[in-house]
């Protein structure tokens, strides 16, 4: 039951990210291509600030870790 719910929730984000660009695909990807290079600039900003002591030793990571399944 938990599946299909978090199921629907991707898929009401998905639709929303379209609406938004009034149904054009290639203009949702590219934004969200950027926002994803935006974070990741962010994320090394971030990192560059943060001692290992704050964080106990756990470092963020650019690249997530894919186990194969979706």
Same mark, same amino acid.
């Given at each position: 039951? =938990?599946?299909?719910?978090? %199921?629907?929730?991707?898929?009401? &984000?998905? =639709? ?11 203009? %949702? ?6 926002? *994803?290079?935006?974070?990741?600039? =962010?994320?090394? $900003?971030? =990192?560059? *600030?943060i001692?290992?002591?704050? $964080? ?8 997530? &870790?894919?186990?194969?399944s979706?």
């Amino acid at each position: 039951m =938990q599946a299909a719910k978090k %199921t629907d929730e991707v898929l009401d &984000e998905f =639709q929303a990210a379209l609406a938004w660009h009034d149904g054009d695909a290639a203009a %949702t990807i590219r934004t969200l291509l950027a926002d *994803c290079s935006h974070l990741r600039s =962010q994320l090394v $900003t971030a =990192q560059a *600030c943060i001692s290992r002591g704050l $964080t106990r030793g756990w470092m963020p990571v650019l690249e997530r &870790e894919f186990d194969g399944s979706r």
